[in-house]
């Protein structure tokens, strides 16, 4: 005989079985969900928060304004709600805080279409939605916290677009940094970053470097059971 072990004369084998919660998908997890729900409500908390202390702060003076005041006027206007004020420095070179009002998306794009970007916004955290619900298992925390921050991002410029009808900004990192060799930005600006943001930003761009990273790390979504045993008891049945 052989001196070989196996199922047959010895002690098999056991192969390392996955944990199985670990494996659901992300939607029938109550610790993925636990995890989006948290990112979701403690990220619009801190940038509705944060938004509403710059502007009582950082003019000097409250800015307190209404949206009808705002749809009145025309985007190349809107900013003459918010009174002449220094920046505030709050690292120098690094970080100001200075108070502007944005029309349009993230940098300023698009300004005066804000049932379009209204839309977007919808839809885009609809299909963040989608990815956590199909694309992600219960293990993919990393994953979740992505689309939380995205989620809570989107609804923090959300709120501010159907309150405000425009976006609160008011973080202007590298203020006094400029390009190096004369370059411009389309438009005229030197600086190497132009443009005034806030923390809904701020979570959108981390939240989408946190999905695509792990996204980048589970490319494809895992099978459902039943397409795993498939092949198995066609096998067994030949």
């Not at 939607?27 to 944060?50: E, F, H, N, Y």
């Not at 279409?113 to 989608?130: L, P, Q, S």
Request: hydrophobic share 50%.
């Amino acid at each position: 005989m052989s001196g070989s072990t196996g199922e047959q004369g010895g002690v098999a084998r056991s192969e390392p079985v996955p944990n199985a919660n670990q494996e659901l998908p992300a939607w029938r997890s109550r610790s993925a969900w636990v995890t989006l729900v948290s990112v979701v409500i403690i990220g619009v908390a801190i940038d509705l928060i944060s938004k509403a202390l710059a502007f009582r702060h950082v003019a000097g003076d409250p800015v307190r304004f209404n949206r009808e005041q705002a749809l009145a006027l025309p985007p190349s206007q809107i900013n003459q709600l918010i009174p002449q004020h220094e920046p505030v420095r709050v690292i120098p070179l690094l970080l100001d805080f200075q108070l502007v009002l944005n029309p349009g998306a993230v940098f300023g794009v698009g300004p005066g279409r804000r049932i379009f970007f209204v839309i977007f916004t919808v839809a885009a955290i609809g299909f963040a939605m989608w990815i956590f619900a199909h694309w992600t298992r219960a293990a993919s925390r990393w994953a979740h916290i992505g689309i939380g921050l995205v989620v809570a991002g989107g609804l923090g410029n959300l709120y501010d677009r159907m309150v405000y009808g425009c976006v609160r900004d008011f973080i202007h990192p590298l203020p006094r940094v400029d390009l190096p060799f004369g370059i411009t930005w389309p438009g005229g600006a030197t600086g190497v970053w132009p443009w005034v943001s806030n923390v809904a930003d701020a979570f959108l761009l981390i939240g989408i470097a946190l999905l695509i990273a792990s996204l980048w790390r589970n490319p494809a979504p895992p099978k459902p059971e039943r397409e795993k045993a498939a092949p198995e008891s066609s096998r067994s049945g030949r």
